[in-house]
């Protein structure tokens, strides 16, 4: 197993805030073993910071291409960072 860590910083664009985006993403993250967190934007974006193993952050990414089922993601920005050694998993 290998321990090499990525950081990803996320914004998912469109209607995702007031659909439980935040909070599926906590969710999710939690589940995958990803550290990290997620906030509303006052452009009205959700923003995030996820590090963990490459495949498990990949996989929260997907989450952020699409959000929870009331969500409508237009677009997505992702940018690398480099890991900080985060733990656990915020919602702010």
Request: no cysteine.
């Given at each position: ?22 909070d ?6 939690l ?9 509303n934007?006052p452009?009205?974006a959700v ?19 699409h959000?929870p ?7 997505v920005?992702?940018a ?9 998993f915020?919602?702010?």
């Amino acid at each position: 197993m290998s321990a090499e860590r990525i950081r990803r910083r996320v914004v998912s664009y469109g209607r995702v805030q007031g659909v439980f985006f935040r909070d599926s993403a906590r969710r999710s993250a939690l589940s995958h073993g990803v550290a990290g967190w997620v906030r509303n934007r006052p452009d009205g974006a959700v923003e995030a910071v996820l590090e963990g193993p490459p495949h498990a952050v990949e996989r929260l990414l997907e989450f952020f291409r699409h959000g929870p089922r009331q969500a409508e993601v237009e677009h997505v920005q992702v940018a690398e960072e480099p890991p900080e050694g985060l733990s656990g998993f915020e919602v702010r």
